[in-house]
Protein backbone atom coordinates (compact mmCIF):
# COMPACT_ATOMS: atom_id res chain seq x y z
CA UNK A 1 0.00 0.00 0.00
CA UNK A 2 1.10 3.24 -0.79
CA UNK A 3 1.59 6.07 2.54
CA UNK A 4 -0.16 8.89 0.46
CA UNK A 5 -2.17 8.36 -2.52
CA UNK A 6 -3.82 11.71 -3.75
CA UNK A 7 -6.46 11.19 -6.18
CA UNK A 8 -8.54 13.91 -8.44
CA UNK A 9 -7.16 16.77 -6.26
CA UNK A 10 -8.53 19.91 -6.88
CA UNK A 11 -8.22 23.10 -5.19
CA UNK A 12 -9.21 26.62 -6.66
CA UNK A 13 -9.28 30.48 -5.43
CA UNK A 14 -12.05 32.60 -6.10
CA UNK A 15 -10.03 36.21 -6.65
CA UNK A 16 -11.90 39.38 -8.64
CA UNK A 17 -10.46 37.86 -11.82
CA UNK A 18 -12.35 34.85 -11.93
CA UNK A 19 -11.53 31.54 -10.39
CA UNK A 20 -8.47 30.92 -10.56
CA UNK A 21 -7.70 26.73 -10.67
CA UNK A 22 -4.31 26.57 -8.60
CA UNK A 23 -4.15 22.53 -8.32
CA UNK A 24 -6.59 21.01 -11.15
CA UNK A 25 -7.31 17.10 -10.97
CA UNK A 26 -3.78 15.83 -9.53
CA UNK A 27 -3.20 12.46 -8.77
CA UNK A 28 0.16 10.33 -7.31
CA UNK A 29 1.58 7.68 -4.54
CA UNK A 30 4.32 8.12 -2.29
CA UNK A 31 5.52 4.88 -0.87
CA UNK A 32 7.10 4.47 2.22
CA UNK A 33 10.17 5.52 2.39
CA UNK A 34 9.89 6.83 -0.46
CA UNK A 35 10.64 10.87 -2.30
CA UNK A 36 8.75 11.85 -4.97
CA UNK A 37 9.99 15.34 -6.53
CA UNK A 38 7.44 17.94 -7.88
CA UNK A 39 8.69 20.66 -10.15
CA UNK A 40 7.63 23.27 -12.20
CA UNK A 41 7.79 27.13 -13.08
CA UNK A 42 6.49 29.62 -10.79
CA UNK A 43 2.77 29.77 -9.51
CA UNK A 44 1.73 26.05 -11.39
CA UNK A 45 0.46 25.20 -8.11
CA UNK A 46 3.09 23.06 -6.28
CA UNK A 47 2.77 25.28 -3.38
CA UNK A 48 -1.18 24.95 -3.03
CA UNK A 49 -0.91 21.17 -3.72
CA UNK A 50 1.20 21.16 -0.20
CA UNK A 51 -1.08 22.79 1.60
CA UNK A 52 -3.99 21.06 0.53
CA UNK A 53 -2.22 17.79 1.39
CA UNK A 54 -1.94 19.82 4.98
CA UNK A 55 -6.06 20.86 4.63
CA UNK A 56 -3.92 24.27 5.09
CA UNK A 57 -5.66 26.45 2.11
CA UNK A 58 -5.88 30.03 2.70
CA UNK A 59 -9.35 30.64 3.54
CA UNK A 60 -11.63 32.14 2.61
CA UNK A 61 -10.73 32.48 -1.32
CA UNK A 62 -9.12 29.07 -2.13
CA UNK A 63 -11.02 25.82 -1.18
CA UNK A 64 -10.80 22.28 -1.82
CA UNK A 65 -13.33 20.86 -4.44
CA UNK A 66 -12.73 17.82 -5.62
CA UNK A 67 -10.37 14.76 -4.88
CA UNK A 68 -9.24 12.46 -2.22
CA UNK A 69 -6.24 12.59 -0.02
CA UNK A 70 -5.67 9.05 1.36
CA UNK A 71 -2.77 8.77 3.95
CA UNK A 72 -2.51 5.04 4.88
CA UNK A 73 -6.40 4.67 3.34
CA UNK A 74 -7.82 7.27 5.64
CA UNK A 75 -9.14 10.56 3.66
CA UNK A 76 -7.47 13.79 4.83
CA UNK A 77 -9.99 15.81 3.14
CA UNK A 78 -12.91 14.04 5.46
CA UNK A 79 -11.20 14.50 8.41
CA UNK A 80 -12.18 17.59 11.23
CA UNK A 81 -9.96 20.29 12.29
CA UNK A 82 -9.53 18.71 15.67
CA UNK A 83 -8.25 15.32 13.82
CA UNK A 84 -6.42 17.37 11.37
CA UNK A 85 -4.89 19.31 14.41
CA UNK A 86 -3.33 16.36 15.55
CA UNK A 87 -2.46 14.78 12.11
CA UNK A 88 -0.47 17.93 11.54
CA UNK A 89 3.01 17.83 13.02
CA UNK A 90 2.52 14.64 14.15
CA UNK A 91 1.83 11.82 11.23
CA UNK A 92 2.73 14.61 8.87
CA UNK A 93 5.44 17.34 8.90
CA UNK A 94 5.95 20.65 6.61
CA UNK A 95 9.03 22.64 6.04
CA UNK A 96 7.31 25.43 4.26
CA UNK A 97 9.34 27.71 1.11
CA UNK A 98 10.13 30.56 4.07
CA UNK A 99 11.94 29.32 7.01
CA UNK A 100 11.66 32.55 8.91
CA UNK A 101 7.95 32.31 8.35
CA UNK A 102 7.71 28.59 9.92
CA UNK A 103 9.43 29.70 13.38
CA UNK A 104 8.26 31.96 15.69
CA UNK A 105 10.14 34.95 16.19
CA UNK A 106 8.57 35.24 20.37
CA UNK A 107 9.25 32.35 21.35
CA UNK A 108 13.23 30.02 21.45
CA UNK A 109 14.39 27.82 19.43
CA UNK A 110 13.87 25.48 22.64
CA UNK A 111 10.30 26.53 23.13
CA UNK A 112 9.03 25.65 19.68
CA UNK A 113 10.87 22.25 19.26
CA UNK A 114 9.60 20.89 23.36
CA UNK A 115 6.06 22.56 22.43
CA UNK A 116 5.75 19.77 19.29
CA UNK A 117 7.20 17.29 21.50
CA UNK A 118 5.37 17.76 24.45
CA UNK A 119 2.16 17.84 22.52
CA UNK A 120 2.14 15.30 19.91
CA UNK A 121 4.96 12.82 22.35
CA UNK A 122 3.47 14.06 25.59
CA UNK A 123 6.76 14.25 27.25
CA UNK A 124 7.89 16.33 29.83
CA UNK A 125 10.91 17.09 32.31
CA UNK A 126 13.87 16.42 32.01
CA UNK A 127 13.36 13.92 29.44
CA UNK A 128 11.78 16.54 26.88
CA UNK A 129 14.72 18.71 27.42
CA UNK A 130 17.34 15.79 26.60
CA UNK A 131 14.89 14.96 23.76
CA UNK A 132 15.09 18.46 22.30
CA UNK A 133 18.85 18.31 22.85
CA UNK A 134 19.28 15.45 20.88
CA UNK A 135 17.14 16.84 18.08
CA UNK A 136 19.46 19.37 17.35
CA UNK A 137 22.32 17.51 17.58
CA UNK A 138 20.76 15.11 15.21
CA UNK A 139 20.16 18.28 12.52
CA UNK A 140 24.05 19.45 13.03
CA UNK A 141 23.88 22.14 15.34
CA UNK A 142 27.09 22.58 17.62
CA UNK A 143 26.01 23.14 21.51
CA UNK A 144 22.77 22.46 21.44
CA UNK A 145 22.32 23.18 25.04
CA UNK A 146 23.10 26.53 23.82
CA UNK A 147 20.88 27.20 20.64
CA UNK A 148 17.74 25.73 22.74
CA UNK A 149 17.84 29.56 24.46
CA UNK A 150 17.82 31.16 20.99
CA UNK A 151 15.46 32.71 19.14
CA UNK A 152 15.20 32.33 15.52
CA UNK A 153 16.83 36.01 14.86
CA UNK A 154 19.82 34.81 16.60
CA UNK A 155 20.48 32.15 14.26
CA UNK A 156 22.14 32.10 10.89
CA UNK A 157 20.08 30.70 8.00
CA UNK A 158 21.07 27.86 7.80
CA UNK A 159 20.89 26.72 11.31
CA UNK A 160 17.31 28.55 10.95
CA UNK A 161 16.71 25.97 8.45
CA UNK A 162 18.18 23.12 10.53
CA UNK A 163 16.08 24.11 13.82
CA UNK A 164 13.05 24.15 11.12
CA UNK A 165 13.83 20.31 10.38
CA UNK A 166 14.52 19.40 13.98
CA UNK A 167 11.10 20.48 14.91
CA UNK A 168 9.40 19.25 11.58
CA UNK A 169 11.01 15.96 12.13
CA UNK A 170 10.82 15.48 16.04
CA UNK A 171 7.67 13.88 16.01
CA UNK A 172 8.77 10.92 13.81
CA UNK A 173 6.34 11.87 11.21
CA UNK A 174 5.82 8.96 7.85
CA UNK A 175 5.57 12.23 5.65
CA UNK A 176 7.95 15.46 5.26
CA UNK A 177 6.67 18.02 2.88
CA UNK A 178 9.58 20.09 2.02
CA UNK A 179 8.40 23.15 0.38
CA UNK A 180 11.77 24.33 -1.57
CA UNK A 181 13.60 23.75 1.58
CA UNK A 182 16.79 25.55 0.81
CA UNK A 183 16.53 28.13 -1.45
CA UNK A 184 17.47 30.73 1.09
CA UNK A 185 20.16 28.78 1.81
CA UNK A 186 23.70 29.36 0.23
CA UNK A 187 25.46 26.19 -2.31
CA UNK A 188 27.34 24.80 0.94
CA UNK A 189 24.91 24.88 3.11
CA UNK A 190 22.48 23.77 0.81
CA UNK A 191 23.92 20.60 0.10
CA UNK A 192 24.73 19.93 3.52
CA UNK A 193 20.76 20.36 4.48
CA UNK A 194 20.19 17.98 1.74
CA UNK A 195 22.79 15.42 2.87
CA UNK A 196 21.00 15.55 6.23
CA UNK A 197 17.49 15.26 5.39
CA UNK A 198 18.62 11.99 2.98
CA UNK A 199 20.18 10.72 6.17
CA UNK A 200 17.52 11.28 8.34
CA UNK A 201 15.09 9.66 6.11
CA UNK A 202 16.95 6.44 6.07
CA UNK A 203 17.42 6.62 9.96
CA UNK A 204 13.74 7.10 10.65
CA UNK A 205 12.07 5.83 6.90
CA UNK A 206 10.49 9.27 6.29
CA UNK A 207 8.89 9.45 2.83
CA UNK A 208 8.86 12.77 0.91
CA UNK A 209 7.40 15.28 -0.92
CA UNK A 210 9.81 17.41 -2.22
CA UNK A 211 9.51 20.62 -4.18
CA UNK A 212 12.22 22.67 -6.09
CA UNK A 213 12.50 24.07 -9.37
CA UNK A 214 16.06 22.95 -9.16
CA UNK A 215 16.59 19.35 -11.15
CA UNK A 216 19.99 19.53 -9.96
CA UNK A 217 18.29 18.82 -6.14
CA UNK A 218 15.90 16.50 -7.86
CA UNK A 219 18.28 14.38 -9.60
CA UNK A 220 20.16 14.21 -5.89
CA UNK A 221 17.29 13.72 -3.54
CA UNK A 222 14.32 11.70 -5.27
CA UNK A 223 13.48 8.28 -7.12
CA UNK A 224 10.58 9.50 -8.96
CA UNK A 225 9.00 12.98 -10.66
CA UNK A 226 6.19 15.10 -11.25
CA UNK A 227 5.84 17.60 -13.51
CA UNK A 228 3.29 20.54 -13.44
CA UNK A 229 1.76 22.70 -15.50
CA UNK A 230 -0.71 24.84 -14.75
CA UNK A 231 -2.05 22.99 -12.43
CA UNK A 232 -1.61 19.57 -13.55
CA UNK A 233 0.91 16.89 -13.65
CA UNK A 234 2.21 16.75 -17.19
CA UNK A 235 4.15 14.00 -17.03
CA UNK A 236 5.97 11.81 -14.10
CA UNK A 237 8.87 8.92 -14.60
CA UNK A 238 11.96 8.00 -12.51
CA UNK A 239 14.27 10.37 -12.08
CA UNK A 240 16.80 9.23 -14.96
CA UNK A 241 13.89 8.65 -17.33
CA UNK A 242 12.48 12.01 -17.22
CA UNK A 243 16.41 13.29 -17.56
CA UNK A 244 17.27 11.21 -20.96
CA UNK A 245 14.15 10.88 -22.38
CA UNK A 246 12.07 13.98 -21.57
CA UNK A 247 8.65 13.21 -23.01
CA UNK A 248 6.22 16.34 -22.38
CA UNK A 249 6.99 19.28 -24.85
CA UNK A 250 7.37 21.43 -21.63
CA UNK A 251 9.41 19.24 -19.94
CA UNK A 252 11.41 18.98 -23.03
CA UNK A 253 11.67 22.90 -23.68
CA UNK A 254 12.88 22.70 -19.72
CA UNK A 255 15.75 20.69 -20.26
CA UNK A 256 17.06 22.96 -23.15
CA UNK A 257 17.09 25.65 -20.70
CA UNK A 258 18.49 24.11 -17.54
CA UNK A 259 21.47 25.76 -15.73
CA UNK A 260 24.43 24.18 -15.86
CA UNK A 261 24.76 22.07 -12.63
CA UNK A 262 27.22 24.16 -10.54
CA UNK A 263 24.64 27.34 -11.01
CA UNK A 264 22.10 28.26 -8.48
CA UNK A 265 19.28 29.56 -9.81
CA UNK A 266 16.17 31.47 -8.16
CA UNK A 267 13.64 29.95 -9.97
CA UNK A 268 13.11 27.36 -12.87
CA UNK A 269 14.43 29.21 -16.25
CA UNK A 270 11.82 30.38 -17.93
CA UNK A 271 11.37 28.44 -21.62
CA UNK A 272 9.61 30.91 -24.56
CA UNK A 273 6.25 32.07 -24.62
CA UNK A 274 4.09 33.65 -21.88
CA UNK A 275 3.60 32.19 -18.55
CA UNK A 276 -0.33 30.59 -18.64
CA UNK A 277 -2.57 32.66 -16.28
CA UNK A 278 -4.46 29.89 -14.13
CA UNK A 279 -7.81 31.82 -14.00
CA UNK A 280 -8.07 32.10 -17.77
CA UNK A 281 -6.72 29.21 -19.34
CA UNK A 282 -7.67 28.21 -22.68
CA UNK A 283 -9.48 25.23 -23.47
CA UNK A 284 -7.63 21.85 -24.15
CA UNK A 285 -3.83 21.73 -23.04
CA UNK A 286 -2.78 24.37 -21.17
CA UNK A 287 0.92 24.39 -22.87
CA UNK A 288 -0.32 24.92 -26.37
CA UNK A 289 -0.14 28.50 -26.99
CA UNK A 290 3.55 27.93 -26.10
CA UNK A 291 3.97 24.32 -27.48
CA UNK A 292 6.29 23.88 -30.60
CA UNK A 293 4.25 20.73 -31.33
CA UNK A 294 0.38 22.39 -30.85
CA UNK A 295 -1.87 21.47 -33.88
CA UNK A 296 -5.77 21.30 -33.98
CA UNK A 297 -6.83 18.70 -31.43
CA UNK A 298 -4.87 20.26 -28.59
CA UNK A 299 -7.46 22.79 -28.19
CA UNK A 300 -10.02 20.63 -28.02
CA UNK A 301 -10.19 17.80 -24.89
CA UNK A 302 -7.55 17.86 -22.43
CA UNK A 303 -5.09 14.98 -23.24
CA UNK A 304 -5.26 11.83 -21.13
CA UNK A 305 -2.38 10.82 -19.40
CA UNK A 306 -0.44 7.96 -21.25
CA UNK A 307 2.21 5.18 -20.01
CA UNK A 308 4.85 5.08 -22.60
CA UNK A 309 7.09 3.28 -20.52
CA UNK A 310 7.33 1.70 -16.76
CA UNK A 311 6.48 4.08 -14.63
CA UNK A 312 6.52 6.98 -16.94
CA UNK A 313 3.11 8.79 -17.83
CA UNK A 314 2.59 11.91 -20.09
CA UNK A 315 -0.27 14.28 -20.87
CA UNK A 316 0.15 15.27 -24.57
CA UNK A 317 -1.64 14.08 -27.41
CA UNK A 318 1.61 13.66 -29.33
CA UNK A 319 1.15 10.14 -27.46
CA UNK A 320 -2.42 9.28 -27.84
N1 LIG B 1 -4.21 33.08 -1.46
C1 LIG B 1 -4.33 33.03 -2.79
N2 LIG B 1 -5.28 33.72 -3.43
C2 LIG B 1 -5.41 33.66 -4.77
N3 LIG B 1 -4.62 32.94 -5.58
C3 LIG B 1 -3.64 32.23 -5.00
C4 LIG B 1 -3.43 32.23 -3.58
N4 LIG B 1 -2.38 31.42 -3.29
C5 LIG B 1 -1.96 30.94 -4.49
N5 LIG B 1 -2.71 31.41 -5.50
C6 LIG B 1 -2.55 31.12 -6.94
O1 LIG B 1 -2.43 29.74 -7.10
C7 LIG B 1 -1.48 29.43 -8.11
C8 LIG B 1 -0.50 28.42 -7.61
O2 LIG B 1 0.30 29.00 -6.59
P1 LIG B 1 1.46 28.20 -5.84
O3 LIG B 1 1.85 29.02 -4.68
O4 LIG B 1 1.01 26.81 -5.58
O5 LIG B 1 2.61 28.18 -6.94
P2 LIG B 1 4.03 27.47 -6.84
O6 LIG B 1 4.06 26.43 -7.91
O7 LIG B 1 4.29 27.04 -5.46
O8 LIG B 1 5.01 28.66 -7.27
P3 LIG B 1 6.47 29.06 -6.70
O9 LIG B 1 7.44 28.22 -7.46
O10 LIG B 1 6.59 30.50 -7.06
O11 LIG B 1 6.49 28.83 -5.23
C9 LIG B 1 -0.83 30.76 -8.50
O12 LIG B 1 -1.35 31.14 -9.74
C10 LIG B 1 -1.24 31.71 -7.43
O13 LIG B 1 -1.42 32.99 -7.95
MG1 LIG C 1 5.61 27.63 -3.99
Redesign the pocket.
Known sequence: MNLLQVEGLRTH?V?RWGT?K?VDGINFNIGYGETLGLV??????????CLSILRLV?QP??RIVGGQVLLEGEDLLKKNEVEMSSIRGSKISMIL?DTMTSLDPVFTIGNQLTETLRLHKGLRGQTLREKAVDMLRMVGIPSPELRLKNYPHELSGGMRQRSVAAISISCEPLLLIAD?PTTALDATIQIQFLDLLRELQQRIGLSLLFIT?DFGIVARMCKKVAV?YAGKIVERADVRDLFDHPAHPYTEALMKVLPKAQEKVA?LPSIAGEPPR?HDLPPGCAFRPRCTYASERCSGTYPPEVMIADGHGVACWKYS
Open positions: FTVAGESGCGKSVTPAGQEHMRL
